[in-house]
Nanobody
Framework: QVQLVESGGGLVQAGGSLRLSCVAS????????MGWYRQPPGKQRELVAG???????NYADSVKGRFTISRDNAKRTVTLQMNSLKPEDTAVYYC???????????????WGQGTQVTVSS
């Protein structure tokens, strides 16, 4: 079994900061790309930031310069540091990780349960 557990969401005023973390656990053989998505109220889920197994990063234009994604392979963790938050950043944030588990030869995408981020104006 594999679990992705997120933490760090909450309520913050505009201009504030939050740090999201996602820890993967279970029968994990290898980890590929890791990323964060978000789903604002009434909208579709969108990519916020991603980081490859080699450490290359990519960001949505709307968060460039404000958000930073990082990973710790030993701890199986991906983190999203969010600074200068805006009301439009309000959404449920989900981590997404590509995993190869023991007993399988196929890579699969796994999702966390989501964590609410609310930015007040």
């Amino acid at each position: 079994q594999v679990q992705l557990v997120e933490s760090g969401g909450g309520l913050v005023q505009a201009g504030g900061s939050l740090r999201l973390s996602c820890v993967a656990s279970g029968s994990i053989r290898s980890i590929n790309a890791m990323g964060w998505y978000r789903q604002p109220p009434g909208k579709q889920r969108e990519l916020v930031a991603g980081i490859s197994s080699g450490g290359s990063t990519n960001y949505a234009d709307s968060v460039k310069g404000r958000f930073t994604i990082s990973r710790d392979n030993a701890k199986r963790t991906v983190t999203l540091q969010m600074n200068s938050l805006k009301p439009e950043d309000t959404a449920v944030y989900y981590c997404n990780v590509g995993l190869l588990i023991y007993g399988s030869d196929a890579w699969r995408q796994y999702w966390g349960q989501g964590t609410q981020v609310t930015v007040s104006s």
